[in-house]
């Protein structure tokens, strides 16, 4: 069927709580509301005993959710916008993702936080921000972004029977935006392996979410080959994916929306360094957001990375 | 129009015990005096080891410890309530209730000589590791006993922290959520009067702990936690409780006599005299007196208690001490359910 990305989440949600009667969803307003942005629609409906309406508080949610886990379960919480995720990074970053280690392997915490993130909805402040790398950065966790629909389904429904805990962020910027063929059937994309959307010779373009389309439309017209990868997966890092096709093209560009200072382009940028030096023809570009809070929306054109800095970063890293 | 007093509330104390060992036989709970002596042993056994890690400490031969003395009958009272398939959140002073759990003795001081392995339990022994940011765990046993629910199982679950947890926000979200749920949690605060140099009434203005339950809906009693009784009651109460969907917070009135932790020094923040006045309340001098006046005591038992606790420790700290030593490769092998390939290659290099 055609299906945007909120519809396809909703797909793999439905599919899989339909096949495995452990997961159940937890959140504000996920249930008899379906989620401010309609993503659990219909699910309480379906799966009544299954999906619940918390009370407003974001650490009592994932703290739950892990205890959920420990007991067998597999938690789906979602946070309404990742800018009200930082109450419960505290039991992400000292919990969740450190238990199988703290347990020496004997419980993990099977848990899937969902989270709508990233600007451009005109939205209030905190409901506009990137915050992937505070979870990049803590060891122990996955971190998944999808781009499509189609990836989407995969991805989530790999997410849910992945055995670790797993932050899978939705780039709301494209909930509605556009619908491609999803299929009804089961189908998994496996974690930690990019997609090579667009292949090319003479540079690389790396990036993930709702930008994966934007660079796309900025290449569109290109007089250079240009590759473009879908990183889909941020944490694992498919770090061959990368290198191969830096080794190839001699040039790369990383184009994100959360802030510079050591947003994922940083540690991109030092694994060429460690093991591609040698292949580059020219100093790699970051086009990113600003290290500054995300603006609301009047001046939030000036923060995000746009088509015209996409093209000018491609001038400036092929007449190098 | 008057204001008019739409509810009013009461904060119940349960003392069964008193300090010269001597019982309420109306409170008393039903325990025979096989479970009496059982639950003096583990009292004494609790002690003892508490005593041996500080000088294994002193010695440098284990990491920093925090020592629970003063608070057994908190622990065992607790914990003798529980049943086997009930399951245990506690933080990081329950020595006594990893005893009740039967976990060995070596593993635990293991895990104080600084070594993951000492954490790894069966998953029968239904008690969990330790947790070390205050008050974070009570949210964990939320959902755990919330699974319980949810899948239908009979049994209910028991979280400990002490007074300082509950002016963490996570303390508020656990039992608000637990009793919005209706999950079969029974929350017990050791109110030791300290974290670490906060008295109690400089970390609440509140008359009692136990009174906050009733903002959440919940039932609330403080208890003498020093009466190993009146923890038995009031937390097999609490089961019971729970196990209909009605959580408890129980707030068990004690005192940590030692410091903190092994890098604390608690002359600084208090007196010997407050100290010393704990001592006469020592849980288990009053089950001594207790079981003296019923025939269940006598020195050469006690005796015997010491001879075999101590050479049960020492045989554990002996076999700790001579456990292989964790390998550099283990610290890479449980972040995932497999390995990735970065950490492969940082497991690689040399």
């Given at each position: 069927?055609?299906?945007?990305?909120?519809?396809?989440?909703?797909?793999?949600?439905?599919?899989?709580?339909?096949?495995?009667?452990?997961?159940?969803?937890?959140?504000?307003?996920?249930?008899?509301?379906?989620?401010?942005?309609?993503?659990?629609?219909?699910?309480?409906?379906?799966?009544?005993?299954?999906?619940?309406?918390?009370?407003?508080?974001?650490?009592?949610?994932?703290?739950?959710?892990?205890?959920?886990?420990?007991?067998?379960?597999?938690?789906?919480?979602?946070?309404?916008?990742?800018?009200?995720?930082?109450?419960?990074?505290?039991?992400?970053?000292?919990?969740?993702?450190?238990?199988?280690?703290?347990?020496?392997?004997?419980?993990?915490?099977?848990?899937?936080?969902?989270?709508?993130?990233?600007?451009?909805?005109?939205?209030?402040?905190?409901?506009?921000?990137?915050?992937?790398?505070?979870?990049?950065?803590?060891?122990?966790?996955?971190?998944?972004?999808?781009?499509?629909?189609?990836?989407?389904?995969?991805?989530?429904?790999?997410?849910?029977?992945?055995?670790?805990?797993?932050?899978?962020?939705?780039?709301?910027?494209?909930?509605?935006?556009?619908?491609?063929?999803?299929?009804?059937?089961?189908?998994?994309?496996?974690?930690?392996?990019?997609?090579?959307?667009?292949?090319?010779?003479?540079?690389?373009?790396?990036?993930?979410?709702?930008?994966?389309?934007?660079?796309?439309?900025?290449?569109?017209?290109?007089?250079?080959?240009?590759?473009?990868?879908?990183?889909?997966?941020?944490?694992?890092?498919?770090?061959?994916?990368?290198?191969?096709?830096?080794?190839?093209?001699?040039?790369?560009?990383?184009?994100?929306?959360?802030?510079?200072?050591?947003?994922?382009?940083?540690?991109?940028?030092?694994?060429?360094?460690?093991?591609?030096?040698?292949?580059?023809?020219?100093?790699?570009?970051?086009?990113?957001?600003?290290?500054?809070?995300?603006?609301?929306?009047?001046?939030?054109?000036?923060?995000?990375?746009?088509?015209?800095?996409?093209?000018?970063?491609?001038?400036?890293?092929?007449?190098? | 129009?008057?204001?008019?007093?739409?509810?009013?509330?009461?904060?119940?104390?349960?003392?069964?015990?008193?300090?010269?060992?001597?019982?309420?036989?109306?409170?008393?709970?039903?325990?025979?005096?096989?479970?009496?002596?059982?639950?003096?042993?583990?009292?004494?056994?609790?002690?003892?080891?508490?005593?041996?890690?500080?000088?294994l400490?002193?010695e440098?031969r284990l990491?920093?410890?925090?020592?629970?003395?003063?608070?057994?009958?908190?622990?065992?009272?607790?914990?003798?309530?529980?049943?086997?398939?009930?399951?245990?959140?506690?933080?990081?002073?329950?020595?006594?209730?990893?005893?009740?759990?039967?976990?060995?003795?070596d593993?635990?001081l293991a895990?104080?000589k600084?070594d993951?392995?000492?954490?790894?339990?069966?998953?029968?022994?239904?008690?969990?590791?330790?947790?070390?940011?205050?008050?974070?765990?009570?949210?964990?046993?939320?959902?755990?006993?919330?699974?319980?629910?949810?899948?239908?199982?009979?049994?209910?679950?028991?979280?400990?922290?002490?007074?300082?947890?509950?002016?963490?926000?996570?303390?508020?979200?656990?039992?608000?959520?637990?009793?919005?749920?209706?999950?079969?949690?029974?929350?017990?605060?050791?109110?030791?009067?300290?974290?670490?140099?906060?008295?109690?009434?400089?970390?609440?203005?509140?008359?009692?702990?136990?009174?906050?339950?009733?903002?959440?809906?919940?039932?609330?009693?403080?208890?003498?936690?020093?009466?190993?009784?009146?923890?038995?009651?009031?937390?097999?109460?609490?089961?019971?409780?729970?196990?209909?969907?009605?959580?408890?917070?129980?707030?068990?009135?004690?005192?940590?006599?030692?410091?903190?932790?092994?890098?604390?020094?608690?002359?600084?923040?208090?007196?010997?005299?407050?100290?010393?006045?704990?001592?006469?309340?020592?849980?288990?001098?009053?089950?001594?007196?207790?079981?003296?006046?019923?025939?269940?005591?006598?020195?050469?038992?006690?005796?015997?208690?010491?001879?075999?606790?101590?050479?049960?420790?020492d045989e554990a700290v002996k076999k700790m001490e001579s456990l292989e030593a964790?390998?550099?490769?283990?610290?890479?092998?449980?972040?995932?359910?497999?390995?990735?390939?970065?950490?492969?290659?940082?497991?690689?290099?040399?």
């Amino acid at each position: 069927m055609k299906a945007n990305l909120v519809q396809a989440i909703n797909m793999a949600l439905s599919q899989e709580m339909e096949k495995d009667k452990s997961i159940v969803l937890l959140g504000e307003d996920v249930g008899i509301d379906g989620g401010v942005f309609r993503v659990t629609e219909g699910l309480f409906q379906k799966y009544k005993d299954r999906v619940f309406d918390t009370p407003l508080a974001e650490s009592g949610i994932v703290g739950s959710s892990i205890g959920l886990a420990l007991n067998g379960l597999k938690p789906i919480p979602e946070i309404q916008f990742e800018g009200f995720l930082m109450p419960a990074l505290d039991q992400i970053i000292s919990h969740a993702s450190r238990i199988r280690n703290r347990s020496r392997g004997m419980f993990n915490v099977p848990l899937v936080v969902r989270s709508p993130f990233g600007g451009g909805i005109k939205a209030l402040e905190h409901h506009s921000d990137s915050p992937e790398t505070y979870f990049i950065h803590t060891p122990g966790l996955k971190v998944v972004i999808p781009s499509r629909p189609y990836d989407a389904k995969g991805l989530l429904i790999s997410a849910i029977r992945d055995p670790d805990p797993v932050i899978f962020f939705e780039p709301k910027k494209i909930y509605r935006a556009f619908k491609e063929e999803v299929p009804e059937k089961e189908y998994t994309i496996p974690l930690g392996k990019a997609n090579i959307i667009k292949q090319g010779e003479d540079l690389t373009i790396i990036t993930y979410g709702s930008w994966v389309r934007e660079t796309l439309k900025a290449i569109k017209d290109s007089k250079y080959n240009i590759e473009v990868i879908d990183l889909r997966t941020l944490k694992p890092l498919d770090t061959k994916a990368i290198l191969n096709s830096v080794s190839r093209t001699g040039r790369c560009i990383i184009v994100h929306e959360a802030p510079k200072t050591l947003g994922l382009a940083s540690e991109i940028i030092a694994l060429i360094n460690e093991k591609e030096l040698l292949s580059l023809e020219a100093p790699i570009q970051r086009v990113t957001g600003y290290d500054i809070v995300v603006p609301l929306p009047k001046l939030e054109k000036y923060y995000m990375p746009n088509i015209d800095r996409i093209k000018k970063a491609i001038d400036k890293v092929m007449s190098f | 129009m008057p204001k008019e007093v739409i509810h009013q509330f009461n904060v119940e104390f349960l003392s069964v015990l008193d300090e010269k060992g001597k019982v309420d036989s109306k409170l008393m709970p039903k325990l025979n005096g096989e479970n009496i002596k059982k639950m003096f042993e583990l009292m004494k056994l609790t002690r003892i080891l508490d005593e041996k890690a500080l000088k294994l400490q002193r010695e440098g031969r284990l990491g920093t410890y925090a020592s629970c003395l003063g608070q057994e009958a908190t622990h065992i009272g607790s914990a003798f309530a529980l049943g086997k398939e009930d399951f245990v959140f506690p933080s990081f002073r329950e020595q006594g209730v990893y005893l009740s759990r039967n976990i060995p003795i070596d593993q635990y001081l293991a895990y104080w000589k600084g070594d993951e392995r000492g954490m790894k339990f069966t998953k029968d022994a239904n008690i969990f590791t330790v947790s070390i940011p205050v008050g974070s765990h009570m949210l964990h046993a939320m959902g755990y006993s919330w699974a319980c629910k949810i899948k239908k199982e009979s049994r209910a679950v028991i979280t400990y922290f002490g007074d300082g947890a509950t002016s963490e926000g996570d303390f508020h979200e656990a039992m608000n959520f637990a009793s919005v749920f209706e999950v079969p949690l029974v929350f017990i605060c050791q109110n030791n009067q300290y974290a670490i140099s906060l008295p109690v009434n400089k970390q609440t203005k509140a008359q009692t702990i136990a009174q906050k339950a009733i903002a959440y809906g919940m039932y609330g009693i403080r208890v003498d936690g020093n009466d190993v009784f009146a923890m038995y009651r009031a937390t097999k109460e609490a089961l019971e409780r729970a196990k209909k969907g009605k959580p408890t917070l129980i707030e068990a009135l004690t005192y940590r006599r030692g410091d903190h932790t092994t890098s604390d020094d608690s002359k600084k923040y208090r007196t010997d005299r407050e100290v010393n006045q704990w001592k006469k309340k020592d849980p288990i001098d009053r089950l001594r007196n207790y079981m003296s006046s019923k025939k269940l005591w006598a020195q050469d038992y006690e005796d015997e208690l010491d001879k075999k606790f101590n050479e049960e420790i020492d045989e554990a700290v002996k076999k700790m001490e001579s456990l292989e030593a964790p390998k550099r490769e283990e610290i890479f092998n449980y972040m995932y359910s497999e390995l990735t390939d970065n950490l492969k290659e940082q497991q690689n290099e040399k």
